[in-house]
Structures are given as structure tokens and as C-alpha cells.
């Protein structure tokens, strides 16, 4: 079943609220940042089909922020295909200038940004890792980067979430073949040539992984697909090693990264240095989100921890 909205009948200087609020109930930690409130026209449509959640937007230009919330929601791949119009998107220190038929994968597990520079429409689709088995395996490879229409993986894949939408429009989303999710997944993993030469996954132990994320956590940018060059191993294989130990690189390089920062806020001689600074020099790229993150982990702000240490 589809629902939808549009904000072209809001209330004069109610648009961005109301575009918010609509935000806000598909993807907790996602708002708007419109720059011409007056003149901005939005249309939201969205259904689900069994593991599956589309999203199609049509808007005026705007900005998209993405607050990553593990705590709350589900970690997940977010599927965007730009139909029409241009954006730029950022994720993880990449930046991505999309246009029509192009698509770029998000992590829901980190912050990201989309800005569309003009009257754009776009199709999302949310895909929960835990659905995804197997065939999720490599997708950090391609998050951020730009997915080119000219790729014919990425017309399957355009074409696969295409006929997704066109299944929930009809009323038969019940009727998507089991599997569908991983499917998607395995043709998003031939979207790009990029291949990392590989070594013998014995001659790697957990503690040269241990080693190599320290050695890189103050570099924002790192995630698997580094470490998965730099090491030598498939991104398949290191997210097996790390599912062993019952977590995710994602999880825990940020796991590493706010131990590290809980440490310099410990410090007697960082006490000059900024919260924000210590931040940064921790790997994040968002003092925003690093709030949040630490919050969430240890229960109060870095602020809020460091004037405990002086009691």
C-alpha cells in the first residue's frame, strides 16, 4: 500500500516543518535544510514489501542530514537512485555529484549528507543488513562512491529497485519472490571493478587487525574498504572475522574511536585542548555526531564527562 504527502498546500513558512516532520518518521535523524522556505514544493510517497522500505521524493533544492543512530534503529544500506534532477552526496570524506539514472549506497551505521542542486526526484530503498546475509558482505566497498547510469550493474540494480516500487504501486508487494533483498545485495556488489588484492586470510590475526585500526583511527576516512586494501583481505572475509567476535568493522571502529577520545578527555595535560579538537584528532568528522555516539556509550556528553573528572 502506498501513502503519501505533499507540503505544496502547507501553511506559509510551515513548509520546512512540515517537511521534517514527514522526514522524520521514514528515517529518525534525517532533516531538511531548505534555503528558500516561501517557494519549496515536496512530494513523499513510501510503502514496504516485506524486508523492503521505498522511499520517492520529488523536491525543490535542499540539504539532507543524516544523524547516524545506532542505538535506536537497525543498521542498514540505503539504496538511492537519482531519477531525475542532480545532487551531491557525502559520506565516510567521500563526495559523489550524482545525476539521473546514477545511484550511491549509503550506511545508515554512519552520517551522512545529499544536497539537491535542483528540482530533483529520487528512489530509496532501505535494506537492514541483518536481511541481507551473505550478499552484504563487500557493500562498504561502495559506500559514498558514485554509481555511474553507464554501468550495466547499476542499470540491473536501477532497474531492480524500479521494479520494487512498481510491485508496492500495484498492491502485490506480498508477491515479491523470497530472497529479493539478497538479490539486490549481489547485483550491488558488481556496481564497481575496484578489487583489492588478497592474501591468505590465516597469515592475518585479530590482533594485526586490532593493530592496523589503531594505527588509522585518527583518519575519519578509514573504514573496511581501507582496511580491506591495506591488508590484504577481502571486505567478505573481514566482516566473517569480525561477525565471529560478534560485531561489525563499523561498529567497531567507532567502538575504538570513542575509547580513544574517552581517554584524551581523561587526560590532565589535554585539558587545554577543545572538546572539538579532540574529536577530530579521535577520527570524527562531526562533533555532532560524536556527541551522540559517546552519549550514547557512556551515558553522558564529553562535556558532561570531562567537568566529572574535576569532581
Not at 544536497?115 to 530509496?124: M, Q
Not at 564497481?192 to 586490532?210: G, Y
Not at 576516512?221 to 591495506?230: C, L, P, V, Y
Request: hydrophobic share 40%; charged share 25%.
Amino acid at each position: 500500500m502506498i501513502e503519501s504527502c505533499s507540503v505544496a498546500s502547507a501553511t506559509p513558512g510551515k513548509a520546512m516543518d512540515d517537511w521534517n516532520d514527514r522526514l522524520s518518521g521514514l528515517y529518525s535523524g534525517l532533516v531538511a535544510d531548505i534555503p528558500e522556505p516561501a517557494g519549496f514544493l515536496g512530494e513523499l510517497a513510501w510503502s514496504s514489501a516485506g524486508p523492503f522500505r521505498c522511499v520517492r521524493a520529488r523536491a525543490n533544492v535542499c540539504q539532507l542530514s543524516y544523524t547516524a543512530r545506532p542505538s535506536r534503529d537497525e543498521p542498514a544500506f540505503l539504496l538511492k537512485l537519482q531519477k531525475s534532477g542532480r545532487s551531491v552526496a557525502e559520506q565516510i570524506g567521500s563526495e559523489a555529484r550524482l545525476g539521473p539514472g546514477d545511484l550511491i549506497v549509503f550506511d545508515t551505521e554512519a552520517p551522512y549528507r545529499l544536497t539537491l542542486l535542483d528540482a530533483s526526484e529520487t528512489l530509496s530503498v532501505l535494506l537492514p543488513k541483518s536481511e541481507l546475509g551473505n550478499a552484504g558482505y563487500g557493500l562498504e566497498r561502495i559506500v559514498g562512491q558514485r554509481l555511474p547510469a553507464s554501468n550495466p550493474s547499476v542499470q540491473l540494480s536501477a532497474d531492480f529497485a524500479r521494479s520494487i516500487w512498481a510491485v508496492c504501486h500495484a498492491g502485490k508487494a506480498g508477491r515479491l519472490p523470497k530472497g529479493s533483498i539478497e538479490i539486490l545485495g549481489q547485483l550491488l556488489r558488481f556496481c564497481t571493478t575496484a578489487d583489492a588484492p588478497h592474501q591468505d586470510a590465516s597469515r592475518v590475526n585479530w590482533a594485526d587487525i586490532e593493530a592496523h585500526v589503531l594505527a588509522h583511527i585518527e583518519d575519519p576516512e578509514f573504514n573496511i574498504g581501507k582496511m580491506s586494501a591495506d591488508m590484504g583481505l577481502s571486505a567478505r572475509r573481514l566482516q566473517q572475522i569480525f561477525q565471529e567476535r560478534g560485531s561489525t568493522p563499523s561498529r567497531y571502529i567507532l567502538e575504538r574511536r570513542l575509547q580513544v577520545a574517552r581517554q584524551r578527555l581523561s587526560e590532565s595535560g589535554l585539558r587545554d585542548r577543545t572538546i572539538a579538537r579532540i574529536s577530530l584528532d579521535s577520527g570524527f568528522g562531526d562533533i555532532t555526531y560524536f556527541g551522540r555516539a559517546f552519549r550514547a556509550r557512556y551515558g553522558r556528553t564529553p562535556q558532561a564527562f570531562r567537568k566529572s573528572l574535576d569532581t
